[in-house]
């Protein structure tokens, strides 16, 4: 059973940066494809990046040259570095191991962009 912990999010104003962290333990982690959702209130949890076993990145369109996911397969963890944040961002993130068509899930952390 795949266990994943996010840590890291906050309160955050316009323009500034925050540091996503998601250790996982329970399964091959270097086989798994790794990512980032988030959920903002009233609406659906939409993918913001996620990163393949081989190292492929994909992000939203809504982040792209803002946010950064890198994974480090010797501690199990997957990093999320967002910066220029806006309100927009808000949201609960969460963060999502796939392997074999199997789907985990973090509890959440929730970043909060307000000045």
């Known amino acids: 059973q795949v266990q994943l912990v996010e840590s890291g999010g906050g309160l955050v104003q316009p323009g500034g940066s925050l540091r996503l962290s998601c250790a996982a333990s329970g399964g091959l982690f270097i086989m798994m494809t790794m990512g980032w959702y988030r959920q903002a209130p009233g609406k659906q949890r939409e993918l913001v990046a996620y990163i393949t076993s081989g190292g492929t990145i994909t992000y939203s369109d809504s982040v792209k040259g803002r946010f950064t996911i890198s994974r480090d397969n010797a501690k199990n963890t997957v990093t999320l570095q967002m910066n220029s944040l806006t309100p927009d961002d808000t949201a609960v993130y969460y963060c999502?191991?796939?392997?074999?068509?199997?789907?985990?899930w973090g509890q959440g952390t929730q970043v909060t962009v307000s000045s």
């Open positions: 999502n191991s796939q392997l074999l068509g199997r789907h985990a």
